[in-house]
């Protein structure tokens, strides 16, 4: 695609249940990264992958997030019984590759409330 | 790992002055440092990078500088426009991933 496309671009759910956001990078990346964004706040980095594999996942603040990625393209968020505190912009992003320098691209982001 | 400090977090200029935003890293093993305008409700936009091999960079209104002794890298934006308004975001990397500063609120007023 033109760029990296994010979805759902809004979501409200209610405490306890669980969310996935999904991300379609641009193609021909190889490289996907996930970011959280708290209001008013900068980017806090939860995981990237390289092909399908995550070499990192340093970022992700609890077991109760996960994420995957199928066919070296599509990637998925999973955030399970959400809290409150999970409530940001997750931005997802993507590069040609795995190497410092590589420019990377962001999407839009999906903007999660938790009630 | 990486740490980078943003300053100052919010910059209001009247339209036409310069605007500089500085940041400073702790990895003396970084070597990439790109600079993202983001706009209300947008995702980051790349708007100008730099590398470790380069002491400058500049594109038209914009400029970059580092300084790989002091660890520490500055946006410049002179003749700035009401639409230079935004959140810039400066990062760091040399391993895997970018990390980013917490940002900078560059308000200017017509």
């Known amino acids: 695609g033109a760029g990296v496309s994010q979805s759902p671009s809004n979501k409200v759910t209610e405490k306890g249940k669980d969310v996935e956001l999904r991300c379609d990078p641009i193609s021909g990346h190889t490289a996907l990264y996930w970011y959280r964004q708290s209001l008013g706040q900068g980017l806090e980095f939860l995981i990237y992958?390289?092909?399908?594999?995550?070499?990192?996942k340093s970022g992700l603040p609890s077991d109760r997030f996960s994420a995957e990625r199928t066919g070296g393209s599509v990637s998925t968020l999973t955030i399970q019984r959400t809290q409150q505190e999970d409530s940001a912009v997750y931005l997802c992003?993507?590069?040609?590759?795995?190497?410092?320098?590589?420019?990377?691209?962001f999407g839009e982001g999906s903007w999660l409330t938790v009630v | 790992g990486e740490n980078v400090e943003q300053h100052p977090s919010t910059l209001s200029v009247q339209e036409g002055d310069s605007a500089v935003i500085k940041c400073t890293y702790s990895d003396s093993a970084s070597n990439y440092f790109p600079w993202y305008k983001q706009e209300l409700g947008k995702g980051p936009q790349l708007i100008i990078d730099?590398?470790?091999?380069?002491g400058e960079k500049k594109d038209q209104r914009i400029a970059v500088t580092l300084n790989k002794t002091a660890k520490h890298f500055s946006l410049h934006i002179t003749e700035t426009q009401p639409e230079d308004s935004a959140v810039y975001f400066c990062a760091a990397t040399g391993y895997s991933t970018l990390t980013f500063g917490k940002g900078t609120m560059l308000l200017v007023s017509p």
């Open positions: 730099i590398r470790s091999n380069v």
């Open positions: 992958f390289q092909g399908n594999s995550a070499p990192d």
């Open positions: 992003a993507s590069s040609l590759v795995q190497i410092s320098g590589n420019t990377i691209y």
